[in-house]
């Protein structure tokens, strides 16, 4: 996996390092702007998965009306070619992908922070009303899997330090961290 969150400014050097926070993207979603916690807000859905511009939508489980299976915004997260999230050869692990890395590298004891991993507290950014949500106490980071096919959620991974890491399945319209792997 990548050392460090897509967008962060460097790898943690803590739990609560805000400069290695990076993007909080809606699920599916390219670099736009509207990972930036200085984002504009809007409680809108977009109509286009692409090209929809710096807006953080909000107030819906989806944050767009378009590709309402998810298809296209979980091959996209796929793409290896640098032109969606990820840098060249790296995408959006799946699931399985991202909870093997941790087991692997167990992150989530303070005790043992200087794993390869680092992840942070980022907490997210709210889908309910667009307000910045846990920062300093919880993470949560997007996987390439939509949820089952029908419904508006997409498939993650959360944590609070010392306590849980667990699956979790979340509206599609948070704004959660992305941690890119190899290909």
């Not at 949560?140 to 498939?155: I, L, P, R, V």
Request: aromatic content about 10%.
């Amino acid at each position: 996996m990548l050392d460090r969150n897509i967008g962060a400014d460097r790898v943690c050097i803590s739990k609560a390092d805000s400069s290695c926070y990076g993007g909080y993207y809606q699920w599916g979603r390219e670099t736009d702007g509207h990972e930036s916690t200085a984002s504009n807000i809007a409680n809108t859905q977009a109509t286009a998965i692409s090209s929809v511009g710096d807006t953080f939508h909000y107030g819906f489980n989806d944050w767009t009306t378009a590709d309402t299976d998810g298809s296209l915004r979980q091959q996209n997260w796929g793409k290896t070619d640098g032109t969606v999230l990820c840098p060249t050869g790296y995408r959006v692990p799946t699931k399985s992908e991202f909870q093997a890395e941790l087991d692997l590298n167990s992150p989530f004891d303070d005790s043992n922070f200087n794993a390869f991993l680092k992840l942070s507290v980022a907490g997210f950014h709210d889908a309910n009303d667009g307000t910045m949500t846990q920062q300093g106490e919880a993470a949560y980071y997007w996987s390439q899997d939509a949820n089952d096919t029908g419904t508006t959620h997409a498939k993650a991974i959360a944590f609070v330090p010392s306590q849980i890491v667990a699956p979790h399945i979340a509206p599609r319209s948070q704004g959660y961290q992305v941690r890119c792997i190899k290909d």
